[in-house]
């Protein structure tokens, strides 16, 4: 690490500091100590930040999309799932091949479909049909993107309140210390790139250090969640899995940020960049961690 980097990283430390502070008891509150529909508020205020982040980088590309249409369609999702998991929280934490979970099509035989329709309906109104393909994908694979993998939240918060509550916080210390041991590790000891033409910041033994915070962490804090069983090593075990696909999130977010030519999503965060660039290692674990509750 050269001495530019090193006097950039301390210079940024103590607002990255600041930042996470806020960030960290905002969570903490939302999922401890204040209701379900005060998560449910947090949680879609954050996916609507997050979705105005991605779509107005897009636009730096040149991708004419649909702004404040697709915002609304997301909190609509968002919304909607919401109300499914919390207050009729049964219906949602079953595997999908059971009778409890067939409540939960209307997503894809209602919502997605009906989506679809309203954005070609929004692009007949422009008058410029330039790139209309172009921006109708992206509008909906940023739905999908955010909207839809961050959603997994809710169900995994609609387990019993108690266990909802300890396993969303299990799920956001383990993938979030991936990312600080990514930092601290790539930062003291990262020598070789892991995808320069992606991120020429992001090292492998960052991406290694990653995965060992996050198994660590996991195996630690394991015993303390009640729906999850087994010994330190399976913890551990669980925490690489997650730790290694936080990566994978964020390089996924990176590679978006590199094809938009910006370095942060925004600047709404000092020293931590926006909203996306929190949450973009949850979007994969998220749905994954969701997953294994319910089949592993």
Same mark, same amino acid.
């Given at each position: 690490? !050269? ?8 210079? +940024? ?47 730096? &590309? ?21 109300? &499914? ?7 949602? *934490? ?10 939960? !099509?209307?997503?894809? @035989? ?8 309203? =954005? ?5 109104? &422009?008058? !410029? ?15 999908? $993107? ?5 959603? $997994? ?25 991936? +990312? ?36 660590? /962490? *996991? *195996? ?13 090593? $399976? ?14 999130? @964020? ?7 590199? +094809?938009?030519?910006?370095? +942060? ?11 996306? @660039?929190?949450? @973009?290692?949850?979007?994969? /674990? ?7 509750? =319910?089949?592993?």
């Amino acid at each position: 690490m !050269n001495e530019v980097a090193t006097l950039t990283t301390m210079h +940024d430390l103590p607002q990255r500091l600041a930042s996470s502070a806020a960030v960290i008891t905002l969570i903490v509150c939302t999922i401890f100590w204040w209701p379900l529909w005060a998560f449910a508020l947090v949680l879609m205020g954050f996916i609507a930040v997050a979705l105005y982040e991605f779509f107005t980088m897009v636009r730096h &590309r040149g991708i004419l999309v649909h702004r404040p249409l697709t915002i609304a369609l997301g909190l609509a999702f968002t919304a909607l799932v919401a109300w &499914r998991s919390l207050v009729e929280p049964g219906y949602v *934490a079953a595997p999908l091949l059971s009778e409890e979970a067939t409540v939960i !099509n209307w997503a894809w @035989d209602i919502f997605w479909p009906a989506t679809i329709v309203i =954005i070609f309906f929004r692009q007949f109104l &422009r008058q !410029n049909t330039f790139e209309a393909l172009s921006g109708m994908a992206t509008t909906l694979f940023g739905l999908a $993107y955010i909207a839809v993998l961050l959603s $997994y939240l809710f169900y995994i918060r609609a387990f019993k309140t108690h266990e909802g509550a300890w396993l969303v916080f299990f799920l956001i210390l383990v993938t979030k210390m991936g +990312d600080v041991g990514a930092f601290l590790v790539g930062k003291l000891w990262g020598r070789r790139v892991l995808m320069p033409r992606i991120s020429p910041r992001k090292t492998v033994e960052g991406f290694l250090g990653a995965m060992g915070f996050s198994g660590l /962490t *996991a *195996a630690a804090v394991h015993p303390m969640v009640g729906h999850l069983h087994g010994s330190p090593l $399976y913890g551990f075990f669980l925490g690489l899995g997650l730790g290694f696909f936080g990566q994978v999130g @964020d390089l996924a977010e990176s590679l978006i940020k590199r +094809d938009c030519q910006v370095k +942060d999503s925004s600047a709404l965060l000092p020293g931590l960049g926006g909203v996306l @660039d929190v949450v @973009d290692s949850l979007v994969f /674990t998220t749905p994954l961690f969701y997953g294994f509750l =319910i089949y592993g």
